[in-house]
């Protein structure tokens, strides 16, 4: 069968099947079979494709259509310009996430402070590890730390920091949120805490795409009666982290602005609110008092 008809039959497929961006996944899932960039799959259209090959892109297609996103078929995805390993152990990064890396590096040139300051950051919840990699990536001099209750989550962070060449840039610890560094040797200590934890509540999580829904890990989104539940445990132990004038900087989910920041009162100073490019509230930031 040739490339062109594989391809065309494949996206015949998933929109049958009411993929979301059918398109796109069935290139990805070519692309991901044959070991080959998108211009290859326009540059060489009547290539002939082998039995094999065929049957395993109708495989792979029907995983796709059966609601399994296409990063867990292919074992990848990009997050900040880097190629992250991602299993269904951890949530697949999201390119409004990057909006909390941005934040980051936009506090620090606020702040007249230099990119290669020796930062003290810690991600809370890192799932594939992607803000904190994302952010020792940007700040060659930082010391990260990254936290996360789930042992099978830390495995893949380990793996991709290994695979970016960052693993000595990063420590990765298990626990509740801050409690790995809720001691005397950190308290006060850090630069920024950082992160994008489960908000999303349990009766919403209903409605959200069968991809979501079915095959993302449930951990990741937590079992959240409200959805703000976190930020309310996770305020309190970053004032005991940070120090005086030290950032905290969350992502939010789009209904959640003001219930977060009910959350910042004593102990917090200039809050601010940053929106993703769709103009939804998406970034949450406050300074520890001092
Ligand atoms: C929404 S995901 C975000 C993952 C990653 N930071 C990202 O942006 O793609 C939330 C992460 O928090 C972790 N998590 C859930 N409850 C936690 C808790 N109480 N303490 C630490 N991590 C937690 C989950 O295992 C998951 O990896």
Same mark, same amino acid.
């Given at each position: 069968?040739?490339?062109?008809?594989?391809?065309?039959?494949?996206?015949?497929?998933?929109?049958?099947?009411?993929?979301?961006?059918?398109?796109?996944?069935?290139?990805?899932?070519?692309?991901?079979?044959?070991?080959?960039?998108?211009?290859?799959?326009?540059?060489?259209?009547?290539?002939?494709?082998?039995?094999?090959?065929?049957?395993?892109?109708?495989?792979?297609?029907?995983?796709?259509?059966?609601?399994?996103?296409?990063?867990?078929?292919?074992?990848?995805?990009?997050?900040?310009?880097?190629?992250?390993?991602?299993?269904?152990?951890?949530?697949?990064?999201?390119?409004?996430?990057?909006?909390?890396?941005?934040?980051?590096? *936009? &506090?620090?040139?606020? @702040? =007249?402070?230099? #990119?290669?300051?020796?930062? +003290? %950051?810690?991600?809370?919840?890192?799932?594939? $590890?992607?803000?904190?990699?994302?952010?020792?990536?940007?700040?060659?001099?930082?010391?990260?730390?990254?936290?996360?209750?789930?042992?099978?989550?830390?495995?893949?962070?380990?793996?991709?920091?290994?695979?970016?060449?960052?693993?000595?840039?990063?420590?990765?610890?298990?626990?509740?949120?801050?409690?790995?560094?809720?001691?005397?040797?950190?308290?006060?200590?850090?630069?920024?805490?950082?992160?994008?934890?489960?908000?999303?509540?349990?009766? *919403? &999580?209903?409605?959200? @795409? =069968?991809?979501? #829904?079915?095959?993302?890990? +449930? %951990?990741?989104?937590?079992?959240?009666?409200? $959805?703000?539940?976190?930020?309310?445990?996770?305020?309190?132990?970053?004032?005991?982290?940070?120090?005086?004038?030290?950032?905290?900087?969350?992502?939010?989910?789009?209904?959640?602005?003001?219930?977060?920041?009910?959350?910042?009162?004593?102990?917090?100073?200039?809050?601010?609110?940053?929106?993703?490019?769709?103009?939804?509230?998406?970034?949450?930031?406050?300074?520890?008092?001092?």
């Amino acid at each position: 069968m040739q490339l062109r008809v594989a391809l065309r039959t494949g996206l015949k497929n998933l929109v049958e099947h009411h993929v979301p961006s059918a398109d796109l996944a069935a290139e990805l899932l070519l692309m991901y079979l044959l070991n080959r960039e998108r211009a290859f799959l326009y540059t060489h259209p009547d290539l002939d494709l082998s039995d094999e090959e065929v049957h395993s892109y109708f495989q792979l297609i029907a995983e796709r259509a059966s609601g399994r996103p296409t990063q867990y078929i292919t074992g990848h995805q990009e997050f900040w310009g880097l190629d992250f390993e991602v299993n269904p152990a951890v949530l697949i990064p999201r390119p409004e996430t990057e909006h909390v890396v941005e934040t980051v590096l *936009e &506090l620090i040139s606020e @702040q =007249r402070l230099a #990119r290669n300051g020796s930062y +003290r %950051i810690v991600d809370v919840g890192t799932g594939s $590890g992607c803000i904190a990699l994302a952010l020792a990536s940007e700040l060659p001099q930082a010391s990260l730390f990254a936290t996360d209750i789930s042992a099978a989550a830390l495995e893949v962070a380990a793996r991709n920091a290994a695979r970016l060449g960052m693993d000595k840039r990063v420590e990765f610890i298990e626990g509740d949120l801050l409690a790995p560094v809720l001691n005397p040797e950190f308290l006060g200590r850090f630069d920024f805490v950082v992160s994008n934890p489960p908000y999303v509540a349990r009766a *919403e &999580l209903e409605y959200v @795409q =069968r991809e979501v #829904r079915d095959f993302e890990p +449930r %951990i990741a989104w937590g079992d959240l009666a409200q $959805g703000e539940e976190i930020y309310g445990r996770l305020f309190p132990q970053a004032l005991q982290v940070l120090k005086p004038g030290g950032h905290a900087v969350v992502e939010i989910g789009y209904n959640k602005k003001e219930a977060v920041l009910r959350l910042l009162n004593e102990g917090w100073t200039e809050t601010q609110v940053r929106p993703d490019l769709a103009g939804i509230p998406r970034v949450v930031t406050a300074r520890k008092n001092g």
